[in-house]
């Protein structure tokens, strides 16, 4: 049985990278390569995988569908992670988010659980405000590969 933590490990070498394939309108999949990690979730201290994204394309789809795949791989072997999106951002609050400082600190932490790291974190945050950066949260439901 594959774990979370082994279809992470997948990737462990290429700073998480992974294909996260989402649900278009039309019920057609749009896939990207995305940096993802694992962290425990800020409310409910569960594992959980996560990834941060702007512009309109995947959080549209995310709000309106929030069911999505995560697929690592390494060579030949990948694991796949199936869950809905919780989305945290400035377009996005959740209950349990005290404020933008919190939100602030998350962008980074899930940047670091993808294997991120940065020369300026004022810079990164002043990038990430900017750009109005959500987070996005995956508690899986199904994880499978081929291994």
């Known amino acids: 049985m594959t774990t979370l933590e082994d279809a ?5 070498a290429e700073s998480g990278l992974a294909v996260i394939s989402t649900v278009r309108a039309d019920s057609t999949v749009q896939s990207s390569l995305v940096n993802v990690g694992l962290l425990r979730h800020p409310q409910t201290g569960e594992s959980v995988l996560g990834f941060t994204t702007y512009g309109k ?23 796949t992670a199936e869950g809905r999106a ?6 996005d609050s959740q209950p349990w988010l005290a404020d933008d400082d919190q939100l602030r600190l998350l962008l980074r932490e899930v940047f670091t659980a993808a294997g991120g790291t940065h020369d300026d974190w004022d810079e990164y945050d002043r990038v990430m405000a900017l750009e109005r950066r959500a987070v996005v949260l995956i508690a899986p439901t199904r994880v499978y590969s081929n291994g």
């Open 57 to 79: 394309v995947k959080l549209a789809n995310l709000r309106e569908r929030p069911q999505l795949a995560v697929t690592y791989r390494n060579g030949w072997q990948w694991a």
């Open 8 to 12: 992470v490990a997948l990737a462990a």
């Open 86 to 91: 919780e989305l945290v951002g400035p377009d």
